[in-house]
């Protein structure tokens, strides 16, 4: 008998986030995650059946507990039209707001700030924020949801018509959405790694924890690949520091009412003077990560 358990990647959860009530995924979206799916299925491991939005459904007989990318409803609508059991999913307001990035105010205390950063609540304060910081020449700003890459650009202190559509656009809202939006901002730093480290929160509070990982990314900040920190590779500081951002990130889903897997980024910087720096908590997710796998490889098929 299979028993493997089937894994819906819906990638394209952090739209459903954004816009709850309106979203329907284009065609452009649909062949998009498609692809990025089907890259996805080939790396993870032989216990899970990927299950791709739009393809060809496999056989599902004698299978396993079914999951989700994300639970979001059309994830768990998807799950029950082919014949599934929707898993024990959190709210839809639970999932917004523990995934998006304004979430991270909860835990960011952990380990040094980014200077001159900020999250702004309108355009207007984006304008003034880079205004009041004239030397720093290039700015990362990020929308409230976002993944592989996406929902982030990169801004100079002269903004071309294209940025100002897209800062406008951070802070669009639909109908019936209380989500307040920001827009976080902070200045493009010299980054030397790139860490993360995943774990599970069950519905009782318990959290599991993984192993620590290195994260490797293009030139636009999307996934490559993960694979296990090597011994040494992270300074004891650095490994203090995911450690207990991974925690403090744990207890604040836990206040919230999260449960299922979360991972916390990090990463190492070099300042202007030449000093490494070290960022506890550069994102947070609530949901799977293509690095989640390989990080809870001991626990993660008990």
């Given at each position: 008998?299979?028993?493997?358990?089937?894994l819906?990647l819906?990638?394209?959860?952090?739209l459903?986030?954004?816009?709850?009530?309106?979203?329907?995924?284009?065609?452009?979206?649909?062949?998009?995650?498609?692809?990025?799916?089907?890259?996805?299925?080939?790396?993870?491991?032989?216990?899970?059946?990927?299950?791709?939005?739009?393809?060809?459904?496999?056989?599902?007989?004698?299978?396993?507990?079914?999951?989700?990318?994300?639970?979001?409803?059309?994830?768990?609508?998807?799950?029950?039209?082919?014949?599934?059991?929707?898993?024990a999913?959190?709210?839809m307001?639970?999932?917004?707001?523990?995934?998006?990035?304004?979430?991270?105010?909860?835990?960011?205390?952990?380990?040094?700030?980014?200077?001159?950063?900020?999250?702004?609540?309108?355009?207007?304060?984006?304008?003034?924020?880079?205004?009041?910081?004239?030397?720093?020449?290039q700015?990362?700003?990020?929308r409230?949801?976002?993944?592989?890459g996406?929902g982030?650009?990169?801004?100079?202190?002269?903004?071309?018509?294209?940025?100002?559509?897209?800062?406008?656009?951070?802070?669009?809202?639909?109908?019936g959405?209380?989500?307040?939006?920001?827009?976080?901002?902070?200045?493009?730093?010299?980054?030397?790694?790139?860490?993360?480290?995943?774990?599970?929160?069950?519905?009782?509070?318990?959290?599991?924890?993984?192993?620590?990982?290195?994260?490797?990314?293009?030139?636009?900040?999307?996934?490559?690949?993960?694979?296990?920190?090597?011994?040494?590779?992270?300074?004891?500081?650095?490994?203090?520091?995911?450690?207990?951002?991974?925690?403090?990130?744990?207890?604040?889903?836990?206040?919230?009412?999260?449960?299922?897997?979360?991972?916390?980024?990090?990463?190492?910087?070099?300042?202007?003077?030449?000093?490494?720096?070290?960022?506890?908590?550069?994102?947070?997710h609530?949901?799977?990560?293509?690095?989640?796998?390989?990080?809870?490889?001991?626990?993660?098929?008990?």
């Open positions: 008998m299979d028993r493997r358990r089937p819906l819906n990638l394209d959860a952090e459903e986030l954004a816009r709850p009530r309106s979203y329907r995924p284009s065609a452009a979206v649909t062949e998009r995650v498609r692809v990025e799916a089907a890259h996805l299925a080939a790396i993870l491991p032989a216990t899970l059946l990927p299950l791709i939005p739009g393809a060809e459904p496999p056989r599902l007989e004698g299978l396993g507990e079914a999951s989700a990318w994300c639970p979001t409803p059309s994830a768990l609508a998807s799950l029950a039209a082919l014949g599934f059991e929707p898993p999913a959190p709210s307001a639970i999932l917004r707001r523990a995934n998006s990035r304004s979430f991270l105010s909860r835990i960011e205390t952990q380990g040094e700030p980014l200077p001159e950063s900020t999250w702004a609540s309108s355009p207007s304060a984006v304008h003034a924020h880079l205004r009041a910081h004239p030397h720093v020449a700015w990362l700003a990020k409230e949801f976002g993944g592989a996406r982030r650009r990169r801004l100079r202190q002269a903004l071309a018509a294209t940025d100002l559509r897209w800062i406008e656009g951070a802070f669009v809202r639909g109908q959405d209380d989500l307040r939006r920001q827009l976080r901002i902070e200045p493009q730093v010299e980054v030397a790694l790139e860490w993360t480290r995943h774990g599970l929160l069950r519905p009782s509070g318990e959290l599991r924890l993984g192993e620590p990982c290195v994260q490797v990314s293009d030139p636009r900040g999307a996934w490559s690949h993960t694979r296990l920190a090597r011994p040494g590779e992270l300074e004891p500081d650095e490994l203090a520091a995911l450690d207990a951002a991974l925690r403090a990130a744990a207890a604040a889903l836990v206040d919230l009412g999260y449960f299922g897997p979360l991972g916390v980024d990090g990463f190492r910087w070099i300042d202007t003077d030449g000093c490494r720096r070290v960022r506890a908590v550069g994102e947070l609530a949901r799977y990560t293509t690095g989640w796998w390989l990080g809870t490889a001991s626990w993660r098929d008990q």
